[in-house]
């Protein structure tokens, strides 16, 4: 609760946890920027914001991994999952939880989470034959797989969804009832139509559930995985590593002790490869542990380069350390953040962000930041006296300077913060960055359309008017910098402390004071001194230098 006694809205949102048997690339990255993203806007919302990544270190494709580097698996595993914290860092990435399923918590709360299926009778024992694929940890079915060959020809069988190979696998181990709950997951859908998104991830999942959804091996023979958690009470089988990774949600809610706080308030991010994991899996075995739902499945679809899905073989993959020295953490983010959509697939090229980057933030919000500014156009460093006479509420009162397409650059700016809201709200940052761009433009055309730098100030109308044209464009920077602060956080940062807004002047809700003295209210900027001058808000990126790289 808040000091009055309200209590204070929370919400909990998650990245997968990645696989430790590759590096993190910008597909990581824009699962994590999505995530911290929302994270960022709840906060400013005043939310109690909780919000999760990490690593999944267990199973045969990481044991695997590991032998190849002839290292243990658990210096192995330390290794990589530090430079993913190392990249989430750099990006940016304000997590507030970091979990690695290797850690102690996390195997007592999946010892806990198993001991709670067994009790409620939906862990069996049993025996599995069928088709495994080791990149994907996953159990197919005979219409999963379809004949292929490999690179020398041989004849073998690979995944439909994912083109890897499987193999024939026959083992006794643990099944889940995963088939007693087809009706139940049905409904709990059809009951939340809202669950998934975009909707067209929802269809995909409800389609699924028509055909029959046969009981799930969740175990490992120990001979064939030692790498992951032993099944409680049986030394000769080890957790399935998807029962076991997908279980680090609750363990960072604080399961088994006092986890439903958080655990009412769950978002997850997701890829769509990872979809039936959490649209299905998932949703089933906490309908077993008589656990909530999540509140919502946000997935979002692949950055790809030149058309192809970036993979550690292709060698195609785009380093986001790199990427973000090239860039700046700001450039990458934005870029991210106002291509990815959720979707279809996006194209990651350097040329893009480049021009993107160069466009929307050097020249337009660089430039509109750069004319209310400017020494030499803001000689006093302060943000300047609105008058109202000059700029009227209503265009036909006192006969003042600014016309129709003035008006209408308020009206939008007035209703930008709703916009940004309802989209932020649906982790679409793309649109939310999209309106906010669009207003950019119609404010630099604000100022060029008036070219404050023609009047002549001596004349004290002259005079009234000029202050007027900048306080009006920095009060609509002022609202650019408090909206974009989810996406570009030190962007953001460096527009609103250059205008002199205060860190207590940032939260949402200060958008929401737009103009106030065009509304006849005080203005608590105006005659304020400026923030320190820091250069340029952002250096226009060289395609060449971004080439020779
Ligand atoms: O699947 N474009 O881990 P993982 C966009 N450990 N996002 C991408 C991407 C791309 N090209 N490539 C990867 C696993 N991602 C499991 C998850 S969760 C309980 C266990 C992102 O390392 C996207 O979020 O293969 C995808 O779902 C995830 O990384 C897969 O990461």
């Given at each position: 609760?808040?000091?009055?006694?309200?209590?204070?809205?929370?919400?909990?949102?998650?990245?997968?946890?990645?696989?430790?048997?590759?590096?993190?690339?910008?597909?990581?990255?824009?699962?994590?920027?999505?995530?911290?993203?929302?994270?960022?806007?709840?906060?400013?919302?005043?939310?109690?914001?909780?919000?999760?990544?990490?690593?999944?270190?267990?199973?045969?494709?990481?044991?695997?991994?590991?032998?190849?580097?002839?290292?243990?698996?658990?210096?192995?595993?330390?290794?990589?999952?530090?430079?993913?914290?190392?990249?989430?860092?750099?990006?940016?990435?304000?997590?507030?939880?970091?979990?690695?399923?290797?850690?102690?918590?996390?195997?007592?709360?999946?010892?806990?989470?198993?001991?709670?299926?067994?009790?409620?009778?939906?862990?069996?024992?049993?025996?599995?034959?069928?088709?495994?694929?080791?990149?994907?940890?996953?159990?197919?079915?005979?219409?999963?797989?379809?004949?292929?060959?490999?690179?020398?020809?041989?004849?073998?069988?690979?995944?439909?969804?994912?083109?890897?190979?499987?193999?024939?696998?026959?083992?006794?181990?643990?099944?889940?009832?995963?088939?007693?709950?087809?009706?139940?997951?049905?409904?709990?859908?059809?009951?939340?139509?809202?669950?998934?998104?975009?909707?067209?991830?929802?269809?995909?999942?409800?389609?699924?559930?028509?055909?029959?959804?046969?009981?799930?091996?969740?175990?490992?023979?120990?001979?064939?995985?030692?790498?992951?958690?032993?099944?409680?009470?049986?030394?000769?089988?080890?957790?399935?590593?998807?029962?076991?990774?997908?279980?680090?949600?609750?363990?960072?809610?604080?399961?088994?002790?006092?986890?439903?706080?958080?655990?009412?308030?769950?978002?997850?991010?997701?890829?769509?490869?990872?979809?039936?994991?959490?649209?299905?899996?998932?949703?089933?075995?906490?309908?077993?542990?008589?656990?909530?739902?999540?509140?919502?499945?946000?997935?979002?679809?692949?950055?790809?380069?030149?058309?192809?899905?970036?993979?550690?073989?292709?060698?195609?993959?785009?380093?986001?350390?790199?990427?973000?020295?090239?860039?700046?953490?700001?450039?990458?983010?934005?870029?991210?953040?106002?291509?990815?959509?959720?979707?279809?697939?996006?194209?990651?090229?350097?040329?893009?962000?480049?021009?993107?980057?160069?466009?929307?933030?050097?020249?337009?919000?660089?430039?509109?930041?750069?004319?209310?500014?400017?020494?030499?156009?803001?000689?006093?460093?302060?943000?300047?006296?609105?008058?109202?006479?000059?700029?009227?509420?209503?265009?036909?009162?006192?006969?003042?300077?600014?016309?129709?397409?003035?008006?209408?650059?308020?009206?939008?700016?007035?209703?930008?913060?709703?916009?940004?809201?309802?989209?932020?709200?649906?982790?679409?940052?793309?649109?939310?960055?999209?309106?906010?761009?669009?207003?950019?433009?119609?404010?630099?055309?604000?100022?060029?359309?008036?070219?404050?730098?023609?009047?002549?100030?001596?004349?004290?109308?002259?005079?009234?008017?000029?202050?007027?044209?900048?306080?009006?464009?920095?009060?609509?920077?002022?609202?650019?910098?408090?909206?974009?602060?989810?996406?570009?956080?030190?962007?953001?940062?460096?527009?609103?402390?250059?205008?002199?807004?205060?860190?207590?002047?940032?939260?949402?809700?200060?958008?929401?004071?737009?103009?106030?003295?065009?509304?006849?209210?005080?203005c608590p900027y105006e005659r304020r001194a400026l923030g320190p001058n820091t250069g340029l808000l952002f250096s226009r990126l060289e395609r060449k230098n971004v080439q020779e790289k």
């Open positions: 609760t808040d000091r009055s006694g309200t209590p204070v809205p929370a919400y909990y949102v998650t990245t997968p946890v990645f696989y430790v048997n590759s590096l993190p690339h910008i597909g990581h990255v824009y699962s994590a920027v999505v995530a911290d993203c929302s994270h960022r806007y709840k906060i400013l919302q005043g939310v109690n914001s909780r919000f999760a990544t990490g690593t999944d270190e267990h199973g045969l494709k990481i044991q695997q991994a590991a032998a190849t580097t002839g290292k243990d698996p658990l210096t192995f595993c330390t290794e990589v999952s530090n430079r993913f914290r190392h990249v989430f860092r750099r990006c940016g990435i304000s997590y507030t939880d970091y979990v690695r399923t290797t850690e102690d918590r996390h195997r007592q709360a999946v010892e806990q989470f198993w001991t709670v299926l067994v009790n409620n009778g939906f862990i069996y024992r049993g025996s599995y034959e069928g088709w495994y694929s080791v990149p994907d940890e996953s159990f197919l079915t005979e219409t999963q797989v379809v004949d292929s060959t490999d690179s020398l020809g041989r004849a073998i069988k690979t995944s439909t969804e994912s083109g890897h190979k499987v193999e024939w696998m026959k083992e006794d181990n643990y099944l889940f009832r995963l088939s007693d709950l087809r009706h139940k997951l049905q409904h709990w859908l059809r009951s939340n139509p809202h669950v998934i998104q975009p909707e067209k991830f929802y269809y995909i999942v409800l389609q699924w559930l028509e055909s029959d959804l046969p009981d799930l091996s969740v175990s490992r023979q120990k001979s064939r995985l030692q790498w992951g958690i032993g099944v409680p009470g049986d030394p000769e089988q080890t957790v399935y590593v998807w029962l076991d990774a997908l279980v680090n949600y609750l363990t960072v809610a604080g399961y088994p002790e006092q986890h439903s706080r958080w655990w009412s308030v769950v978002h997850h991010v997701v890829g769509k490869d990872i979809l039936k994991f959490h649209a299905i899996y998932w949703p089933a075995f906490l309908l077993a542990a008589e656990l909530p739902l999540p509140q919502a499945i946000h997935v979002h679809s692949h950055w790809t380069v030149q058309g192809k899905k970036m993979s550690k073989s292709l060698g195609n993959v785009v380093d986001p350390l790199e990427t973000s020295l090239k860039f700046t953490v700001d450039g990458l983010r934005y870029f991210l953040l106002r291509q990815g959509v959720p979707d279809t697939d996006c194209d990651y090229d350097d040329d893009k962000v480049v021009k993107l980057c160069n466009s929307e933030l050097a020249d337009a919000l660089g430039g509109l930041l750069n004319r209310c500014t400017a020494p030499s156009l803001n000689p006093e460093q302060v943000y300047p006296q609105f008058c109202n006479t000059s700029f009227p509420k209503e265009p036909e009162e006192f006969n003042g300077r600014a016309v129709l397409e003035d008006y209408k650059m308020v009206e939008a700016v007035l209703r930008l913060p709703a916009l940004a809201k309802e989209n932020f709200e649906k982790l679409h940052a793309y649109k939310a960055l999209e309106a906010i761009s669009g207003c950019v433009r119609m404010t630099n055309g604000f100022i060029q359309r008036h070219a404050p730098w023609k009047l002549n100030c001596r004349k004290t109308e002259d005079k009234l008017w000029y202050d007027t044209v900048l306080h009006v464009s920095m009060e609509c920077l002022r609202i650019y910098g408090i909206l974009l602060q989810p996406a570009v956080p030190s962007l953001a940062d460096k527009i609103l402390s250059r205008l002199g807004v205060g860190p207590g002047e940032r939260s949402w809700d200060h958008a929401l004071d737009f103009l106030s003295r065009y509304e006849g209210r005080d």
